[in-house]
């Protein structure tokens, strides 16, 4: 398993910790005082994943295993651009030539936008590109939360209308509905599902 940025866990329905998957491993470990953590759910705090953590060994066996690939080579400088030896071209823009084929009609409407065919495509393009960020950022969300809702509350009561103004993106209705579950477990499902709408959950 590929360690995770930022884990979760809760004792039930108590969150007992939150932050990097070493840390939190070597948490559950201690507090559990065993290898394995029956009763205690551990997930990926963003994308809702629920995880299984081997907890046999010692610390620092656990650190090793869960501990973020690449910590030191974070440290390190990264590369600047000016160290980079530029090619010909455009290099501070990064343009690249390739043919593109369109029908005589759609040049025509490209040559007479401002700037010309390019600057018209590369508008277009980033438009383009902004509006599937949007809604692929919107279903990751919805997915996150609903892993999250279906590991933990379940067989709850208003899970199946808290999932339906999920996907409808109504996150007042969401709330009403979220609102008598326990309070760890509500709060991290809002923050999955409205992240713009919650507070961030204290570290």
């Known amino acids: 398993m590929t360690a995770t940025s930022t884990a979760i866990a809760f004792d039930n329905t108590t969150r007992i910790a939150i932050g990097a ?9 201690r507090r559990a ?10 997930f990926d705090a ?12 010692s610390d620092a066996d656990i650190f090793a295993r869960y501990a973020a690939p690449g910590a030191e080579a974070a440290a ?15 290099p501070k823009l990064g343009v690249v030539a390739r043919e593109v084929t369109l029908l005589p009609r759609h ?10 065919a390019s600057v018209a495509l590369r508008k277009l393009v980033e438009d383009a590109r902004k509006t599937h960020e949007q809604s692929g950022n919107l279903r990751a969300t919805q997915e996150a939360a609903y892993r999250f809702m279906s590991a933990m509350a379940g067989d709850w009561r208003h899970f199946e209308e808290a999932t339906r103004a999920l996907y409808a993106g109504d996150a ?19 923050q999955l ?6 507070p961030p959950s204290a570290t």
């Open 172 to 190: 007042m209705r969401f709330g009403e509905l979220t609102e008598s579950w326990p309070p760890d477990v509500r709060n991290h499902a809002r």
């Open 107 to 116: 040049w025509d409407w490209l040559s007479a936008q401002p700037g010309g």
């Open 33 to 42: 005082g065993k290898p394995t953590h029956e009763g205690v759910h551990v």
């Open 193 to 198: 599902a409205f992240p713009a709408a919650s």
């Open 46 to 57: 963003v994308s809702g994943k629920q995880l299984y953590l081997d907890l046999g060994g």
């Open 21 to 29: 998957l070493a840390d939190v491993a070597l948490l559950i470990r």
């Open 76 to 90: 390190r400088p990264a590369t600047t651009a000016s160290d980079t030896p530029r090619g010909p071209g455009r």
